[in-house]
């Protein structure tokens, strides 16, 4: 039997980043920060920054593709921030399907 799943393509980061992006404003997030020419930038910072006032959170995360690997820089900022106690993390498409980027995004993570 076929995969149904086999004939579905494979989202883009830019693509993830935008249904991302949509999500968090429907869910309130109204001040939502990306580096669109990250080479003169810090490496490694997380691709957003998600602040939902009305929730009194604010996100950092970095986006990867399923198969998308963490560079060292880019494991440095969030272990950094893991420490100092901030929430980030890394989201991949996969955590689309899953419902888990809904659920950070409405603080039941």
Known sequence: MPNPTA??????EAQF??????LAKLHGYTLIYHTHD?????PGFPDLVLVSEH???AL???LKTDAGRVSPAQFSWISGMLLAKLNVGVWR???LKSGRI???LKGEA
């Open 38 to 42: 990250s080479r003169r930038s810090q």
């Open 102 to 104: 809904i659920k950070d």
């Open 60 to 62: 950092f995360r970095e």
């Open 55 to 57: 929730r009194g959170r």
């Open 17 to 22: 980043q935008q249904q991302v992006i949509d």
């Open 7 to 12: 004939c579905i393509p494979k989202l883009s």
């Open 93 to 95: 498409p996969a955590d």
